[in-house]
């Protein structure tokens, strides 16, 4: 998976629509293999982003859990303390 997808589901606060956006570009420009589309392939995918966000808000919203949401502070400092064990801090 690409890494600069994140886990969505079972946030406090909720996930938000731009955030559901962001994750269907990314996914979106891994499966075609393109950062940015030619004019002759925007709308295609355009309409692919459209789509998997449509199908990613439907998806997050048949979910359910009993745990305990996740806080958006503890899961980002977790995402840095691996990006620095796997990179090196800069310094």
Do not use: H
């Amino acid at each position: 998976m690409c890494r600069n997808i994140r886990t969505l589901y079972n946030f406090e606060p909720p996930t938000t629509p731009e955030e559901v956006d962001a994750a269907a570009v990314q996914y979106v420009r891994k499966v075609s293999g393109m950062q940015k589309p030619s004019q002759a392939n925007a709308a295609a995918f355009e309409r692919a982003v459209a789509e998997v966000s449509a199908v990613t808000t439907r998806l997050l919203e048949s979910l359910v859990t009993s745990a305990p949401p996740r806080d958006r502070e503890v899961e980002a400092e977790r995402r840095r303390a691996k990006a620095a064990v796997r990179f090196g801090t800069a310094g």
